[in-house]
């Protein structure tokens, strides 16, 4: 039975998931091209073909190499970042009812940025993976604290955002404190760069494992469209209608905060995506989840592909932290959201 949420047609949302494929692909292509070496779309192609054992590209390996283990890797990770934060962005403002939610509301990114300082602190290690394992490591810390919290003070809507507010102030407070006791500026300097967001030294790995993730959990989400649609309308209504409110919460709250975590662990903590594409996506095909959850992911990852290619040119050769880019746009984005609620409430 069609949601009555859904305000766009079968064909036309099939024709506009076409239209944001075909827009994804030209970005991508596009944007890899953006930068001082010498690289054309073509070019492109002939290096994804040749690793693909469809031809052989023809280009040096200098410009190769800058293609397929530099350029592209980065820009697909932008893409699936994009399209993972968004998706998590819907799940959570649905789930919570709460139209200002967004992925890191449990306290997520905190988590991340306490694990990822503690790692090179401890000296543990100040490399890429190293650091992606202690951002993942402290987001499930954060999470499980949320989770425990949120249950033993009632697991409401209200109760979890509450605990995860708690929990980001802790985890907050104790990064504080750790970058503070390291007494060396230098040593973490390059940690909380990439916690503002950035998808520099991206490998092929941190790809597969975000677009799995990224897949896992989009199916998961759309295998529970209906009950989305009715968590809408609370969890009472939701309920009413058959849903298994607790169960459907929690796997939905598990599937998009590991989501979150591998997201954050790969390039740090990426604001405002996953708060400001719903609302346009909603504004394209209504809020209808069957439609609205690959709506909001096709234009989240057109979305962070062009801005992560604006932050790594705009200064160059210096480098933008793409979570400052994504702020810079996505404050008056939500001005504007908040003006909307204002006038609608």
């Given at each position: 039975m069609r949601s009555p949420l859904t305000r766009s047609g079968g064909v036309g949302?099939?024709?506009?998931?076409?239209?944001?494929?075909?827009?994804?692909?030209?970005?991508?292509?596009?944007?890899?091209?953006?930068?001082?070496?010498?690289?054309?779309?073509?070019?492109?192609?002939?290096?994804?073909?040749?690793?693909?054992?469809?031809?052989?590209?023809?280009?040096?390996?200098?410009?190769?190499?800058?293609?397929?283990?530099?350029?592209?890797?980065?820009?697909?990770?932008?893409?699936?970042?994009?399209?993972?934060?968004?998706?998590?962005?819907?799940?959570?403002?649905?789930?919570?009812?709460?139209?200002?939610?967004?992925?890191?509301?449990?306290?997520?990114?905190?988590?991340?940025?306490?694990?990822?300082?503690s790692v090179v602190v401890l000296g543990l290690g100040s490399g890429v993976a190293t650091l992606s394992l202690g951002a993942f490591l402290g987001s499930l810390c954060s999470f499980t604290l949320v989770l425990v919290l949120s249950h033993v003070v009632g697991g409401t809507a209200d109760r979890v955002i509450l605990s995860g507010v708690a929990a980001m102030q802790l985890f907050s407070a104790l990064t504080s404190f750790v970058v503070m006791s390291a007494g060396d500026a230098e040593q973490t300097r390059s940690v909380l760069f990439w916690l503002l967001g950035s998808l520099s030294g991206t490998g092929w790995f941190d790809v597969a494992s975000c677009l799995l993730a990224l897949i896992v959990v989009l199916l998961v989400c759309l295998a529970r469209a209906t009950a989305l649609d009715a968590f809408t309308f609370g969890q009472d209504a939701a309920a009413s209608l058959g849903v298994s409110v607790t169960r459907t919460r929690t796997v939905l709250l598990i599937a998009t905060a590991l989501l979150t975590a591998t997201l954050v662990s790969s390039a740090g903590a990426i604001g405002f995506v996953g708060l400001v594409l719903p609302h346009a996506a909603r504004a394209l095909v209504g809020s209808g989840h069957r439609g609205l959850l690959p709506t909001t992911a096709l234009a989240g990852a057109i979305f962070l592909v062009w801005i992560d290619t604006i932050a790594r040119t705009a200064l160059d050769p210096k480098e933008i932290p793409v979570g400052v880019m994504t702020s810079l746009i996505g404050v008056p984005a939500f001005v504007v959201i908040l003006y909307r609620t204002r006038k609608t409430s």
């Open positions: 949302t099939t024709a506009l998931w076409l239209g944001g494929l075909v827009l994804l692909c030209l970005s991508v292509a596009f944007t890899i091209t953006i930068g001082p070496a010498d690289i054309a779309v073509p070019n492109v192609w002939a290096v994804v073909a040749d690793h693909l054992g469809l031809g052989d590209s023809g280009l040096s390996l200098i410009r190769e190499g800058i293609i397929w283990n530099l350029r592209l890797p980065r820009t697909v990770l932008a893409a699936v970042c994009g399209a993972g934060l968004g998706l998590c962005g819907v799940v959570m403002q649905s789930l919570l009812r709460n139209p200002l939610a967004d992925p890191y509301v449990l306290g997520i990114s905190s988590g991340a940025s306490t694990g990822a300082v």
